[in-house]
Each structure stands twice: as C-alpha cells, then as structure tokens.
C-alpha cells in the first residue's frame, strides 16, 4: 500500500505552495493569473502555439535540476507536484536594475506592443541559463515557440546575443539558489500518491509506475495525462471533461532512455527533449524530425508514448518508427505484452488498448550499417506546425543492388499512421532503380485514400507521397529524380 496525500505542493518563484483544491482541468495559466495575480504570464493562443505564456519549471532529474520552457496555457496544476515554478514576475538583476535578459531586450528594441515580450524573455531565460554564448541557430531553435507580430526577430536575436554582456549566468539567482531550490523540491519527493476531489473533479498523481498501473486498472476510463500537449486543447479548446484524471509526468519509472543490443527502449514518458539527444545520436534521421516538432516548449512537455498512445493520423512519430520495426509494449495491472507497433493503430481513434492498459515503452531498432532510412515533414509552414504528409523510409539492398528490404510508412495518409504495402511488395526484390519506382508507384492507390482539409487536399497529398519516395531514391542513389507533377501543373 502506498501514502495517500491530500495535496499538491510546489514552488513558485521563491515560495512554497500547497494546493488541496484544484481541478483536474485547472490550467497553470488561469491559476497565475486569477488567483496568484501574476499577470506577466500571457493568454494569446490557448493551444500552445504562440509562446505568450511561456514560463519555466523546474523539475528533478537523474541530471539534477533541470529548468525547462513550457507553455502554461496547456499545462494543469495537477501535473506541478514536486516542480518549481518560475514567472518573469521572478527575474531580478542587481538592486535597482533589470535582469541581463530584459535590459538586452529593452537595448536592442525587442519589443513593441509588449504582449508576447514575457514570453520571449522567458525562453531567452531559459535558453542563457544553458548557453551563456548561443549560436543564431541555437537561438531561432529556442524560439520557434514564440510568435512576434510587431518587430519581427532580428531585433530579439540580437538581444539573445547581447545578454552575456549584462551580466553573468553563475550569478544568477536560479543559479545561486539552485542547491537549495533542489533540497527543497527533494523534501517534498515523499513517495506518495496524491489524490484530490471526487466525481467529475477528481484527479490522481500515482506515487511510481506499479502505483499508475493498479489505479487505472481500478479507473480504466480515467484520462492519462502526460505532457498535455493534446489533453490540454482537449480543456481549452474543446471544452472537454477530463475528470478523472492521471497525471504521470512525474513518473520517473517512464521516463528512462536505454539501448540494449542495437535497440533503444524508450519509457512512455519520456519527452521529445530528452529523447532528442540519444535519437539524433543514433538515428541521425530523427534529429531534424524531432527539431520540427513544435517549439521548445512543446518538446520539452511532449512525449513520445503519448504521441503514440494517442492514435492521431498525422503524429509525427508512429510513421519513422514504424518503418524502422519498432515494438510497443503495454501493461495492464502486472502483465505486459509487447507487439508490433504497426498493428496498434487499428482504425481512426482506435488502438489496440485494453481497458485499463497503457503504453509504457517503445522498442526502436538502431539502423544496421549499410541500411538506408529517411523521413520528410510536409507542412504550411517549415516550423511549429502540424503535418500535412509525412513518410519515413528504411532501405536495405542487397549485393547485387537489389531491394532486399523495404518499409515505407506515412501520416497524413489514411486513417491511421499506415505502411504502404502495395508499394513495398512493388519494390521488394527489384533492382533499385528510377524505373523501379516508378512502377511501384502505382502502388499508393491501393495503399491510400487521403482526405482532403485545411492542410491539404486528397490530390496534393497523392502526389506528394509519391516525391517523396522520388527525393528517397534520389538521396539514395546520387542521382536527381524526376519530380511527379499533377496534370494541372503540367498543362
């Protein structure tokens, strides 16, 4: 049996809270505006999107205390048990003066109607805590969740650059505090599962994973809340109820990264920031994928479990991991089972998910030497946004040049994320050629019946799925393959 406690408890800025009420759907951003008064924290988007919101937390890990941006407006007060919270309202320099990061700001004209400027400092923050000297692409990287329209950006990067020269990141409050920040946010690690509310206002933070598993086998409708990077529109959005909810974020059982035997193992809860560093490492394909993934803030409350574990047709992970034959396994109370991850997905909003099972870890082959993998994003627009087409590839050939191997997978295709089979049985044995594929290529009328919506009509993304297959072989074979155009182009 574990503890049962009442409450959750955090820091914000420099003082400790305990919260015995709070609602499942309570959002960070409500709660620091209406009822701590802490006004610098911005609404704009309410979906995560522009960044006006932005603040850090704090949380504790193998790596010791770690401060990340995240968007406030879709994340829940459930999800803050044993974090710090840092506002602009906490940003202080020497007596009587800014903090390196504003006065930058205010130097180098980054502002102008001033709405989103809380969050641009924030993520400056965030950003000049862990680079004191950043490159323009580690910059414009750390502010892709930001949205300006007034000044454009040049100005707001040259002040990124300046803040160094304002003062010192060792003498930085969050750096000087961070010793005793950590013993504090240590105390309140106490083991327990918290549990407030009842009914329609009931939410659960499980002391570990064996504690998740027992009480969603005892609530297997309960809403499992991880990064809330989707739960959160759910909320804000579409006004969805949530109750009860399970907030495992915390969950330090999900949240490990390993690599056994040429396969890496990721726990459900791992986000895309912290994945990012093995993936690109070792499936260098991933790195740019990861990189287009929203804004920092997103990736760094994302997970890839939930990714999966949602079911959506256009996430961005399924289709890569599919192609590289990746493997789910899924837990309900202490029994686990471990399946291909292509036949998870079984038809729109449904997965292969028992009541009362969740995701706990995806199995994802490392490339053999001499195998070939890609996987391209098809947006409106290159950053921050959601995909329209995405395929991924993994090639093998064999001596004679020949495709010994060959999996194809795509989002944005079909109901589901979904292999294109007529498309690899087309290819499968023949020599890998332009001719090749473009016999197979017909191939992908039987494979999809893509829909057409606001980002993309059925026809654009028949024909974007066949070039990306072309820009595959192309990268593959040192040549330049013809680009298919659609008949009204080429009239």
């Given amino acids: 049996m574990v503890n049962i406690r009442n409450e959750i408890r955090f820091i914000l800025n420099g003082r400790d809270v305990v919260l015995s009420t709070v609602a499942p759907d309570a959002t960070l951003l409500d709660w620091l505006r209406l009822d701590r008064s802490l006004r610098g924290t911005k609404e704009g988007c309410a979906e995560g999107d522009c960044g006006a919101c932005t603040v850090l937390v704090g949380k504790l890990s193998a790596g010791g205390l770690v401060y990340e941006t995240v968007n406030a407006c879709i994340r829940f007060l459930g999800s803050l048990d044993g974090t710090h919270v840092v506002t602009v309202e906490h940003l202080r320099g020497s007596p009587g003066q800014l903090h390196p990061v504003q006065q930058a700001m205010v130097d180098f004209h980054g502002s102008q109607c001033g709405f989103c400027t809380p969050g641009f400092v924030m993520s400056l923050y965030g950003l000049w805590m862990r680079s004191s000297d950043p490159s323009n692409a580690a910059i414009e990287k750390a502010l892709q969740g930001n949205l300006c329209r007034c000044t454009g950006y040049e100005a707001i990067i040259r002040a990124a650059h300046a803040i160094s020269s304002y003062g010192k990141v060792v003498k930085d409050p969050l750096a000087a505090e961070r010793k005793a920040i950590t013993a504090r946010l240590e105390a309140m690690h106490d083991g327990a ?13 499980p002391a570990n994973v064996d504690d998740f598993a027992a009480v969603l086998d005892e609530e297997p409708g309960a809403t499992i809340v991880a990064g809330s990077t989707d739960v959160g529109l759910w909320v ?25 035997n040429g396969v890496i193992s990721i726990g459900a809860g791992v986000t895309y920031t912290e994945a990012f560093s093995t993936l690109a490492r070792r499936i260098p394909a991933l790195g740019p994928l990861f990189d287009r993934i929203g804004g920092d803030q997103v990736r760094n409350m994302g997970t890839i479990g939930g990714n999966i574990a949602n079911g959506s047709p256009i996430g961005d992970t399924p289709p890569p991991l599919i192609a590289l034959g990746a493997r789910l396994t899924l837990r309900k109370g202490k029994k686990r089972r471990t399946i291909p991850l292509e036949t998870f997905f079984i038809a729109y909003g449904k997965q292969d998910r028992q009541p009362g099972e969740f995701v706990e870890a995806v199995h994802v082959p490392v490339p053999a030497k001499g195998t070939k993998f890609a996987v391209h994003k098809i947006t409106k627009r290159r950053d921050e946004d959601i995909t329209a087409a995405l395929g991924a590839f993994f090639l093998t050939l064999a001596g004679d040049g020949t495709v010994a191997d060959v999996r194809i997978a795509y989002g944005g295709m079909a109901a589901t994320p979904k292999r294109a089979s007529s498309v690899e049985k087309a290819l499968l044995g023949k020599p890998w050629t332009e001719q090749t594929v473009e016999v197979a290529m017909a191939g992908y009328a039987e494979d999809f019946t893509p829909l057409t919506d606001m980002r993309a009509s059925a026809e654009y993304r028949a024909l974007a799925a066949k070039n990306l297959l072309l820009r595959f072989f192309a990268e593959t074979s040192g040549t330049k393959a013809p680009v298919q155009v659609s008949r009204h182009e080429a009239a």
């Fill in 193 to 205: 599962r918290v549990e407030i509310g009842a009914g329609k206002a009931r939410l659960v933070v």
């Fill in 236 to 260: 804000t959005k579409h006004m969805r109820e949530i109750s009860p909810a399970i907030f495992i974020g915390n969950l330090d059982g999900l949240c490990t990264i390993s690599e056994d």
